[in-house]
C-alpha cells in the first residue's frame, strides 16, 4: 500500500482509506472488526467516520476493533451535522465554538482515544463565521485532543475563504477536503481541484465508486443484484437514472487495457491532482481486498489523457496556480 502526505501537512494517509459509514448501520460489531483488520492486514491506514455514521455507533465500533491497534492508524472523523438532539440544542449553529466543543468529546468518548487525527466540519452550517470555527479547531489542536483539521462539503469559494481566514489570524489551517468525486461524477475538477491544488489541500473522494456503479455488479436494462446497494429503497432510483453510456465507456476503457472497471475507478481516481486518499466503504473483507487491489494500478500519463477524452474533465475557467508550499 502506497501513503502520501495529506495535502502540505505532515500528516500520512494510505492511498486507500475506508469509509466507516456501514459500521453500526448495515454491518453489526463482529463483521466490523473482521472489516478493520482486514484492511489494517491489507496496509490500510486511514479510517474515515463521523458521528452521525448510525448516531455515534459507528465511532463507537470502529473503536472496539481498533483496540490495541489505535496508534497505528489515521482516525479521521467529523463534527458539525445534526445529531438529532443527541449533543443537545444547537440551533442550527453546528460549526460554533459552543457545539463542535461538545461533539468532539462526545466523539473521543465513543472512540475509546483521546486524540483523534484529523477532525472534519462535517458541512458548513452558513451561520457560524469560518473565523469561530477555526479558533475552535485551533484550541482543539493546542489541546492535543486533535492532530489536523480538515473539511467536507466546502464549495471550493468556502475553502478558500477559510485558508485566507486561517492565515490572517494564525489558527489552524484546514489541510484537507472530503467532498463526493469520481470519474463518473466529475464536477468537482470545476472548481474545487483547483482550489485544493493551489492552497496545498488534500483531496479526499467519498463515493469513489459511485454509489456501486463502477464496480461491474450492475447492467444497462438489468435488474440490481439481489441483496446489492441498488437493489432497492431510495438507493433503486440511481440504478434507474445512471448515465449508461459513461459507464460503458469507462468500461470500453478499462477492456482496452486489460484492467476491470474497478481498477479504473479506484487508481485513475486515486492519480488525479489533489487526490491524497480515496475513501471507499467497505461491509467485507473480500470488499477490502478488492478495493486496496484495485488501487494499485498506477495509470501513465497517456492513460490519464485517454482517461480524460473518455469523460472529459469539466471545462475549467481558472488561472492555473503553483501549490503553495
Given at each position: 500500500?502506497?501513503?502520501?502526505?495529506?495535502?502540505?501537512?505532515?500528516?500520512?494517509?494510505?492511498?486507500?482509506?475506508?469509509?466507516?459509514?456501514?459500521?453500526?448501520?448495515?454491518?453489526?460489531?463482529?463483521?466490523?472488526?473482521?472489516?478493520?483488520?482486514?484492511?489494517?492486514?491489507?496496509?490500510?491506514?486511514?479510517?474515515?467516520?463521523?458521528?452521525?455514521?448510525?448516531?455515534?455507533?459507528?465511532?463507537?465500533?470502529?473503536?472496539?476493533?481498533?483496540?490495541?491497534?489505535?496508534?497505528?492508524?489515521?482516525?479521521?472523523?467529523?463534527?458539525?451535522?445534526?445529531?438529532?438532539?443527541?449533543?443537545?440544542?444547537?440551533?442550527?449553529?453546528?460549526?460554533?465554538?459552543?457545539?463542535?466543543?461538545?461533539?468532539?468529546?462526545?466523539?473521543?468518548?465513543?472512540?475509546?482515544?483521546?486524540?483523534?487525527?484529523?477532525?472534519?466540519?462535517?458541512?458548513?452550517?452558513?451561520?457560524?463565521?469560518?473565523?469561530?470555527?477555526?479558533?475552535?479547531?485551533?484550541?482543539?489542536?493546542?489541546?492535543?485532543?486533535?492532530?489536523?483539521?480538515?473539511?467536507?462539503?466546502?464549495?471550493?469559494?468556502?475553502?478558500?475563504?477559510?485558508?485566507?481566514?486561517?492565515?490572517?489570524?494564525?489558527?489552524t489551517a484546514?489541510?484537507?477536503?472530503?467532498?463526493?468525486?469520481?470519474?463518473?461524477?466529475?464536477?468537482?475538477?470545476?472548481?474545487?481541484?483547483?482550489?485544493?491544488?493551489?492552497?496545498?489541500?488534500?483531496?479526499?473522494?467519498?463515493?469513489?465508486?459511485?454509489?456501486?456503479?463502477l464496480t461491474?455488479?450492475?447492467?444497462?436494462?438489468?435488474?440490481?443484484?439481489?441483496?446489492?446497494?441498488?437493489?432497492?429503497?431510495?438507493?433503486?432510483?440511481?440504478?434507474?437514472?445512471?448515465?449508461?453510456?459513461?459507464?460503458?465507456?469507462?468500461?470500453?476503457?478499462?477492456?482496452?487495457?486489460?484492467?476491470?472497471?474497478?481498477?479504473?475507478?479506484?487508481?485513475?481516481?486515486?492519480?488525479?491532482?489533489?487526490?491524497?486518499?480515496?475513501i471507499a466503504?467497505?461491509?467485507?473483507?473480500?470488499?477490502?481486498?478488492?478495493?486496496?487491489?484495485?488501487?494499485?494500478?498506477?495509470?501513465?500519463?497517456?492513460?490519464?489523457?485517454?482517461?480524460?477524452?473518455?469523460?472529459?474533465?469539466?471545462?475549467?475557467?481558472?488561472?492555473?496556480?503553483?501549490?503553495?508550499?
Open positions: 500500500m502506497r501513503t502520501r502526505q495529506l495535502g502540505t501537512s505532515g500528516l500520512m494517509v494510505s492511498v486507500v482509506g475506508i469509509g466507516c459509514n456501514a459500521f453500526g448501520a448495515r454491518i453489526d460489531e463482529t463483521r466490523t472488526k473482521e472489516v478493520v483488520h482486514a484492511a489494517i492486514d491489507a496496509g490500510v491506514t486511514l479510517f474515515d467516520t463521523s458521528d452521525t455514521y448510525g448516531t455515534g455507533s459507528s465511532e463507537v465500533l470502529l473503536g472496539r476493533a481498533l483496540g490495541a491497534r489505535r496508534g497505528d492508524v489515521v482516525v479521521a472523523t467529523k463534527g458539525g451535522m445534526d445529531m438529532g438532539g443527541a449533543n443537545g440544542p444547537d440551533w442550527g449553529a453546528r460549526a460554533s465554538r459552543r457545539y463542535l466543543r461538545k461533539a468532539l468529546e462526545a466523539s473521543l468518548t465513543r472512540l475509546g482515544t483521546d486524540y483523534v487525527d484529523l477532525y472534519q466540519l462535517h458541512t458548513p452550517d452558513r451561520v457560524t463565521p469560518i473565523a469561530e470555527t477555526l479558533s475552535v479547531m485551533d484550541d482543539f489542536v493546542r489541546e492535543g485532543k486533535v492532530r489536523y483539521a480538515g473539511c467536507s462539503n466546502l464549495t471550493a469559494w468556502e475553502l478558500v475563504d477559510a485558508d485566507w481566514t486561517a492565515r490572517t489570524t494564525g489558527t484546514f489541510v484537507s477536503a472530503q467532498n463526493e468525486y469520481s470519474l463518473y461524477n466529475r464536477a468537482a475538477e470545476a472548481e474545487l481541484v483547483p482550489a485544493c491544488e493551489a492552497l496545498g489541500v488534500g483531496l479526499l473522494p467519498y463515493f469513489p465508486l459511485a454509489y456501486g456503479l461491474g455488479k450492475y447492467a444497462r436494462g438489468a435488474a440490481a443484484p439481489e441483496g446489492s446497494r441498488l437493489a432497492a429503497g431510495s438507493q433503486a432510483a440511481r440504478l434507474a437514472t445512471a448515465d449508461w453510456d459513461s459507464i460503458e465507456a469507462l468500461e470500453a476503457y478499462a477492456r482496452e487495457r486489460g484492467r476491470s472497471i474497478l481498477e479504473v475507478a479506484m487508481g485513475g481516481l486515486a492519480a488525479q491532482p489533489a487526490v491524497s486518499s480515496v466503504g467497505a461491509t467485507t473483507p473480500a470488499q477490502v481486498r478488492s478495493n486496496v487491489e484495485a488501487a494499485a494500478w498506477e495509470p501513465t500519463a497517456d492513460d490519464l489523457a485517454a482517461l480524460d477524452a473518455v469523460r472529459p474533465a469539466e471545462r475549467r475557467s481558472y488561472t492555473t496556480f503553483a501549490p503553495r508550499r
